[in-house]
């Protein structure tokens, strides 16, 4: 790798403030903002909004969208359409 053109690359960790959650990982994201982690030292902290532990996804919370039975409400109220 070519010097100077590559964002420093090192230990972070990435906080889900809606779950309450932390997790240390190695990115090239920085923030001026540390917090001492479980070994005793302190990382740079980012953050995020949602993480897998708060993701409706992977929570199992998530809808899913009965678009058939939109369609077929939608012909109920205002009638079929018949084709050409």
Excluded at 7 to 19: E, K, M, N, S
């Amino acid at each position: 790798m070519r010097n100077e053109i590559h964002p420093p690359y090192g230990p972070v960790v990435f906080r889900d403030r809606a779950a309450d959650h932390a997790f240390l990982t190695r990115s090239t994201m920085s923030s001026d903002r540390t917090i001492e982690w479980e070994d005793g030292v302190t990382y740079p902290v980012v953050d995020v909004e949602i993480s897998d532990v708060s993701h409706p996804f992977y929570t199992g919370t998530a809808r899913v969208l009965d678009t058939a039975g939109r369609v077929e409400r939608f012909e109920r109220r205002y009638g079929k359409q018949g084709g050409a």
